[in-house]
């Protein structure tokens, strides 16, 4: 199908995403949600054809297949919706075809027109379940498996058994997942109260959308499409979570929580941060798990930052500095605010000839977090003369001095001496 | 194009069946019986015998008779099933390589899926000769309840027999196949009672115009026909030892030549209310010859067994809340393996559903039938049949703390892919092994591992933050495929799970090279 003389008159509308319309669960290609991200109510037709990304022929097709599958809506130059979506409600299925028309291969094992039905049926995969089923949403039981059944025969992969189906393969086994998901939910009383709810909701919001719509002022410039929009529902397609396999991952966050909680009481920090870490995973709706993960994980910090102070402990007793300093490094990252981890790395960084823009920040932080004490001073001091700043090491080491009149230390350095040093060994070279 | 057959390879019997112009038909052997037992034996003179033949000898050859070897397959050696086998079989079965059980006959070790691919070449030469024609495609029958190692080494198995499986279908979907064709289209709820030689099953299933949908179903490993003739074993046993002093338990030609004897007595009991077992010289002590003679009455075998059939009700039970139906709901129960002769069987049945068993299909050939009606569907142009089968056991695999994260519950429509996100439980964990289980219960280690994988190289990132998306497939067959992909990274690793007992492509390769040279002996 071409665009004709049509397609002149659509130039002049402004496509808006419909309401309710979570583009997350749509399947494009990033051209495709790229064309989507630009669709604001705003930009009119004519100027979405040129954006680039797509042909224009090509941002035509998706326009008016997403118009069929009412993703989007056109509006008039006023913001007023177009009552009957062009074609959409006449032809619903010729966009499709058109697009669908390309997909198609002769030379496959599956007739021309089952592909059709195939690309068809593909298209709808994201409408509301009964829909996908081919029934009313208040259809019971029986016309339910009716439909379901018929489908099968229709769809099941089993149908084209050892045929060369190409790309076609995927698509059935796609299919045939959803009808299976539809039928199920649909058959589970408490799955489809939930569907049937949260599609009320949506019709209500998309409804109340409408309303707002009309009842705005003709739209003078840009700001106004932006506040005719309505509000994207706070959980849109709720209807397409699988209400038992809430229920499960529920009770699983639970469990993870539980046993987490456990290896709190017993002081296993890193354990219960997992557990309530997956727990929140599971069943991130749940309060009372992220009021617990940040103490619980404050926890796990502190017991993973001690056990890197211990293995840098260790590394220095084996004259590993770089090791060692990379554990300090590492368990800073934990603990932040700790002005003593602060102060040791900046020491070693400083004697070990290591960053010395960082060595600076350590000390400066230990400094900030305890201005008493007078070795943090003191390595401040060691730091920026390192550096080459002599006036702010002197002020640092006359302040460590002021606070401690014994650190030898300080009074070396400052008396112009005092290379870098761990306190127990010279070490040689790599100075600047 | 050639025709596909349908097996049925059971514990005890094994029965093959074709689509004949439009019509299912069993095969008979060239001995003329529709069923062949599901027995190989190795003769003294290296010969090997299969089917009737080792079931003749085995009396007098039991230690190099394997009989029931489906009990065997797929599982792991160090399962309670393979102990209690080790217990009971005259034949030895000793630890492969992949820690599966084998079965050592003279100086030979044979694998599971050697025995029943012998098994399955046997009813294929059946075939064969009856249709004068080569037969290469086949639908082979599992339990229901068996679990993807099982499902893969029967299809291994097959292809030891030089058979492309074109699917692995469950025995009472296979029985409420052949009962619903032909049938005049017709809503209806079918419950299938599967009590085999060594297997029990139920399924629920619903069946409409040309589509067949297991609603769910439900097994007992643990049970089946001959855990009613070890009873009469048992029995046999006590009663000989309280009349003579003289324990048979250790004598294993005295063991085998009772089990024999059992089973007719049970057999017979199906028919008369009274049968009597004679063993004559079945044991010798210091005052000569002793012989074995008592008396049964079929009120003496409903006490023994009474148990057992209580516990298939259980099932049945089961069955019915997982498929979310009553006993009332249920239109027709269909009686399938040779064990459901047994009249207290029928009882307990009839009573339970307050109506009568379907009396229309013959219990020991109705699967091998339903199996050659799905071949001949898949293959056919015209798609007059569609089977929505499920997955009898739950899927997923071991998390953090040792708990059972299901992916798949069971009783899902099949095919099915799932996919869910991990992460990691350590901070720069670059490497997740993955372990992949089916099962009902919430700990891992008490489900089966169908195998375990290492995705590696994962970014180093704290704990928690790496995202690890695991994807589940379970095909028409119910075997496993398991992907997992790094989702930062991209980096993707995916295995088809290859459980204990399987074999690799080139162990079967040799076991196939290896058969070729008995060919001869399978013409006799």
Not at chain 1, 41 to 62: F, K, N, Q, Y
Not at chain 1, 367 to 384: M, P
Not at chain 2, 491 to 505: F, K, M, P, Y
């Amino acid at each position: 199908m071409r665009l004709g003389a049509n397609s002149a008159g659509q130039s002049e509308r402004y496509p808006r995403l419909g309401a309710g319309v979570d583009p997350s669960r749509l399947s494009l290609t990033p051209a495709e949600g790229y064309l989507l991200s630009r669709i604001d109510g705003a930009t009119p037709w004519l100027l979405l054809r040129s954006i680039g990304g797509l042909a224009p022929d090509d941002v035509d097709r998706c326009l008016e297949r997403w118009i069929a599958e009412g993703v989007v809506v056109l509006t008039s130059r006023d913001g007023r919706i177009e009552k009957a979506a062009p074609r959409a409600a006449s032809a619903p299925s010729a966009p499709t075809a058109a697009v669908a028309a390309a997909d198609v291969d002769a030379s496959l094992e599956i007739p021309v027109e089952v592909q059709l039905r195939i690309l068809e049926f593909e298209a709808k995969l994201e409408r509301p379940y009964h829909e996908i089923l081919g029934v009313a949403a208040e259809a019971d039981r029986k016309e339910l498996r009716r439909a379901y059944f018929a489908l099968s025969k229709e769809l099941h992969p089993d149908r084209f058994f050892r045929r060369n189906t190409g790309p076609f393969g995927k698509r059935l086994d796609r299919i045939f997942g959803k009808i299976v998901e539809a039928y199920e939910l649909l058959s589970d009383p408490t799955a489809r109260a939930e569907i049937l709810r949260s599609l009320a909701a949506a019709a209500g919001e998309g409804a109340a959308a409408q309303a707002a719509v009309e009842a705005a002022p003709a739209a003078e410039e840009q700001a106004k499409p932006e506040a005719a929009r309505p509000r994207a529902p706070r959980r849109p397609h709720v209807f397409s979570l699988h209400s038992r396999v809430v229920r499960e991952r529920k009770a699983r966050a639970k469990r993870f929580f539980e046993a987490g909680m456990a290896a709190y009481s017993a002081g296993r920090w890193t354990e219960a941060a997992g557990g309530v870490r997956l727990a929140i995973a599971f069943d991130p709706w749940n309060a009372i798990y992220k009021e617990q993960f940040a103490g619980v994980q404050r926890k796990a910090h502190d017991e993973r930052a001690a056990k890197l102070v211990r293995e840098a402990e260790s590394a220095l007793e084996l004259r590993d500095f770089k090791a060692a300093l990379h554990c300090f490094e590492e368990a800073l990252e934990y603990r932040p605010h700790d002005a003593e981890l602060l102060h040791r790395a900046a020491k070693l960084a400083w004697a070990t000839g290591g960053d010395l823009h960082r060595a600076k920040e350590w000390a400066m932080a230990a400094v900030e977090l305890d201005a008493k004490s007078a070795a943090y001073h003191r390595v401040l001091g060691q730091v920026y003369k390192a550096a080459g700043l002599e006036a702010n090491a002197r002020r640092e080491l006359e302040a460590a001095l002021a606070l401690d009149p014994n650190d030898e230390e300080a009074r070396t350095a400052l008396r112009g001496g005092g290379g870098r040093s761990l306190g127990f060994r010279w070490l040689g070279g790599g100075k600047r | 194009m050639s025709r596909v057959i349908g097996i049925d390879l059971g514990t005890t019997n094994s029965c093959v069946a074709v689509v004949d112009n439009g019509q299912p038909v069993v095969i008979p052997n060239t001995g003329g019986y529709k069923t062949t037992p599901s027995m190989f034996a190795l003769a003294d003179d290296g010969k090997r015998l299969v089917g009737h033949l080792a079931k003749r000898q085995a009396i007098t050859n039991a230690r190099n008779t394997v009989y029931a070897s489906k009990r065997l397959i797929g599982r792991r050696f160090d399962s309670a099933e393979v102990r209690r086998a080790i217990e009971l079989c005259p034949y030895e079965i000793v630890e492969g390589p992949n820690e599966d059980p084998r079965l050592q006959l003279g100086e030979k070790v044979f694998t599971c899926p050697e025995i029943a691919g012998i098994i399955l070449r046997e009813m294929k030469r059946v075939a064969q000769e009856h249709l004068g024609e080569p037969v290469r495609e086949a639908v082979i029958t599992v339990p229901a309840h068996f679990n993807d190692a099982q499902r893969q080494c029967t299809k291994d198995a097959g292809k030891i027999a030089g058979l492309e499986v074109l699917r692995i279908i469950n025995e009472p979907t296979a029985a409420a196949l052949a009962y619903g064709f032909g049938r005049k289209p017709s809503d209806e709820t079918v419950l299938v009672y599967d009590l085999g030689g060594g297997t029990f099953d139920v399924s629920i299933l619903e069946m409409g115009d040309g589509v067949l949908e297991v609603l769910a179903t439900a097994g007992d490993t643990f049970l089946g026909g001959e855990d009613f003739d070890r009873r009469v074993v048992n029995q046999l046993l006590e009663t000989f030892e309280a009349a003579e002093g003289i324990d048979l338990r250790s004598e294993a030609m005295a063991l085998q030549r009772l089990k024999d004897a059992a089973e007719k007595a049970k057999c017979d009991l199906s028919q008369s209310l009274q049968t009597e077992v004679n063993l004559p010289f079945i044991a010798s002590d210091a005052n000569g010859p002793r012989h074995l003679s008592v008396v049964l009455s079929r009120e003496k075998l409903e006490a023994l067994v009474g148990d057992i059939v209580d516990r298939t009700m259980e099932t049945v039970k089961l069955c019915l809340s997982d498929a979310g139906i009553t006993a009332q709901d249920v239109d027709q129960v269909i009686l399938v393996g040779g064990q459901t002769r047994m009249p207290l069987v029928q009882e307990r049945v009839a009573d339970f559903f307050g109506k009568r068993p379907h009396k229309g299909v013959n219990p020991d050939e109705v699967v091998a039938i339903g199996a050659a009606i799905q071949g001949e569907a898949l293959l056919s142009d015209d798609q007059k049949l569609v089977l929505l089968d499920v997955t009898p056991l739950s899927l997923g695999i071991a998390t953090y703390g040792g708990h059972f994260a299901k992916l798949i519950e069971r009783n899902t429509t099949l095919p099915v892919r799932r996919a869910h996100v991990f992460t990691t439980t350590r901070d720069n964990q670059t490497a997740v092994k993955i372990r992949v289980l089916q099962g009902e219960s919430d700990v891992a280690e008490e489900n089966d591992l169908l195998g375990e994988f290492i995705l590696s190289g994962i970014r180093e990132a704290r704990k928690g933050e790496p995202e690890i998306e695991v994807s589940f497939d379970i095909d028409t067959n119910g075997i496993v495929s398991v992907s997992a992909r790094d989702l930062a990274t991209g980096r993707e690793q995916s295995i088809t799970v290859n459980a204990t007992g399987t074999l690799s492509d080139e162990e079967i390769q040799k076991i196939i090279d290896d058969n070729e040279l008995y060919e001869i002996q399978f013409k006799e």
